[in-house]
């Protein structure tokens, strides 16, 4: 199983940037996709960005504009640039290797944008 770790959250005032990033154990393109998600207060994981090894690329509609995910040159590495944050980007975000029966997760890095 492949290991993520997260880095890269912190507190922002709305408005600003933060970018996460996402170190994987092996590369990334060894999975159908890689994904950033953040956790509601019900703990529910929705969707913020993914990005598929054919290069698609899909966006959650509340943050297309404003967040850019990527992938290091070295292929280990997945990033979330975040702009024009939001207090209702709050949360704790979560990188993800996607598989065909699911997702492998990271331990997930708190973003918190104050008003």
């Known amino acids: 199983q492949v290991d993520l770790v997260e880095s890269g959250g912190g507190l922002v005032q709305s408005g600003g940037s933060l970018r996460l990033s996402c170190s994987a154990s092996?590369?990334?393109?060894?999975?159908?996709?890689m994904g950033w998600y953040r956790q509601t207060p019900e703990k529910q994981r929705v969707m913020v960005a993914k990005?598929?090894?054919?290069?698609?690329?899909d966006y959650a509609d509340s943050v297309k504009g404003r967040f850019t995910i990527s992938r290091s040159v070295n292929k280990n590495t997945i990033y979330l640039q975040m702009n024009g944050l939001k207090t209702e980007d709050t949360g704790v975000y979560f990188c993800?290797?996607?598989?065909?029966?699911?997702?492998?997760w990271g331990q997930g890095t708190q973003v918190t944008v104050s008003s």
């Open positions: 092996q590369s990334t393109y060894d999975f159908p996709g």
């Open positions: 993800a290797a996607i598989y065909t029966w699911g997702n492998a």
């Open positions: 990005i598929f090894s054919d290069e698609k690329i």
